[in-house]
């Protein structure tokens, strides 16, 4: 029977590719804890992220990771194989960075992502989580390098420590920062 929550993903149990998660939860929350994993484990490898980073193209990355050589990580999160096949945006955010990822959850069927994006895998259900330890994730497949070009990589720099600081000075004094906003904005 399909459930009255629009939160809440309804597969057909006849397509094994669309409904391949065992317990199925809303997709915010599927997203959230494949989000907070996957951050978990760059904070792990010391890559140090943003979340929802506008691009120069127009493209928003869900995240967007800095290495400690400089490189740049785009970890594209996928809730679920309908989020996968709905949403072709995903190699436009290639030109922005030197490696591209996908994070899915253990339930993802990964025989639909591409060979050429590396693949993280958080383990979100209650199987994963004793007695409510944060989610887990592992770094299943390496993303290929395809190396940025040196100006690219430094306006992407120039726009990622202008989007941190900014974020930092807004968490630090929000007053100052909506007083900033307000006499900036034009009438």
Not at 62 to 83: H, N, Q, T
């Amino acid at each position: 029977m399909p459930s009255s929550d629009p939160a809440v993903v309804d597969t057909p149990a006849s397509d094994p590719l669309l409904s391949a998660a065992p317990e199925l939860i809303g997709l915010p929350e599927n997203q959230l804890a494949i989000r907070r994993a996957t951050t978990m484990l760059c904070g792990r490898l010391a890559w140090v992220v943003l979340h929802e980073v506008p691009l120069p193209n127009g493209r928003r990355a869900d995240i967007l990771a800095l290495r400690p050589d400089g490189g740049f990580v785009c970890i594209e999160v996928k809730s679920g194989p309908r989020d996968f096949l709905a949403d072709g945006k995903w190699p436009e955010y290639r030109p922005y960075c030197d490696a591209l990822y996908f994070a899915v959850d253990d339930g993802f069927p990964q025989e639909l992502l591409p060979d050429d994006v590396g693949v993280m895998v958080a383990c979100i259900g209650p199987h994963c989580l004793p007695k409510g330890v944060t989610a887990d994730a592992d770094l299943l497949r390496e993303a290929p390098a395809h190396r940025l070009a040196p100006a690219t990589r430094r306006a992407l720099m120039q726009r990622f420590a202008t989007i941190a600081a900014s974020r930092l000075a807004a968490l630090e004094d929000p007053a100052i920062t909506a007083s900033l906003r307000a006499a900036l904005r034009v009438e």
